[in-house]
């Protein structure tokens, strides 16, 4: 059971726009910044958002971030193939001492 | 350009150890915190350990503490994994990646080394 809660799927059709959501408490995305990544298959993972909404550079704007209270929200719009992955959220947990990912989404571009 | 190669894994019996090793070039290792971050076959990524840029902070999930040991050689570039007393449990690729500001913002990713723990 992960500290931080993600729906393990989610899905869209080409150019679309898909939300998912990260779960937490008050010790981790509550207090702390939130970060996501993508795991493409067989692959590393690769940083997507960084501090709840910033992209690095190379990451297409289709892709955001956003937090509020013990919650956090990744969104994908023009939703492409290539979008098709798993997706991760973490943070650091006040409480354990420790950084924690959520269990994953797998997203599926129908 | 940033690389981050893992070294060291492989097939381990139960109770057995094994020593990764993570050789990173292309930035400046010692103005960096690193951490390892694993993943179990078909399952989601677990974080496993933080070492400070100079060595002195370190933490460790809750549920490694007293098997395993992080570490660093800013001389030679490298960040470590000391693994004792290895479980089945353990059995996952296991990824170094750098933190940007110490944030917990990892930048980049090794490509991982497979620790298999088997009988």
């Known amino acids: 059971q992960s500290v931080l809660t993600q729906p393990p799927s989610a899905s869209g059709t080409p150019g679309q726009r898909v939300t998912m959501s990260c779960s937490g408490s008050?010790?981790?995305?509550?207090?702390?910044?939130v970060y996501w990544y993508q795991q493409l298959p067989g692959t590393a993972p690769k940083l997507l958002i960084y501090?709840?909404?910033q992209r690095p550079s190379g990451v297409p704007d289709r892709f955001s971030g956003s937090k509020s209270g013990t919650s956090a929200s990744l969104a994908i719009s023009g939703l492409r193939s290539e979008d098709e992955a798993d997706y991760y959220c973490?943070?650091?947990?006040?409480?354990?001492?420790?950084?924690?990912f959520g269990g994953g989404t797998r997203l599926t571009v129908l | 350009e940033v690389q981050l190669v893992e070294s060291g894994g492989g097939l381990v019996q139960p109770g057995g150890s094994l020593r990764l090793s993570c050789a990173a070039s292309?930035?400046?290792?010692?103005?960096?915190?690193m951490h390892w971050v694993r993943q179990a076959p078909g399952k989601g990524l677990e974080w496993v350990s933080y070492?400070?840029?100079?060595?002195?902070?370190?933490y460790y999930a809750d549920s490694l503490k007293g098997r395993f040991t992080i570490s660093r050689d800013n001389a030679k570039n490298s960040l470590y994994l000391q693994m004792d007393s290895l479980r089945d449990g353990d059995t996952a690729v296991y990824y170094c990646?750098?933190?940007?500001?110490?944030?917990?913002?990892?930048?980049?990713w090794g490509q991982g080394t497979l620790v298999t723990v088997s009988s």
């Open positions: 990646a750098r933190d940007r500001d110490s944030s917990g913002w990892l930048d980049y």
């Open positions: 292309g930035f400046t290792f010692s103005s960096h915190g």
């Open positions: 070492i400070s840029d100079g060595g002195r902070k370190i």
């Open positions: 008050s010790s981790n995305i509550g207090s702390n910044y």
């Open positions: 501090k709840n909404n």
């Open positions: 973490s943070a650091w947990d006040d409480s354990l001492s420790g950084r924690v």
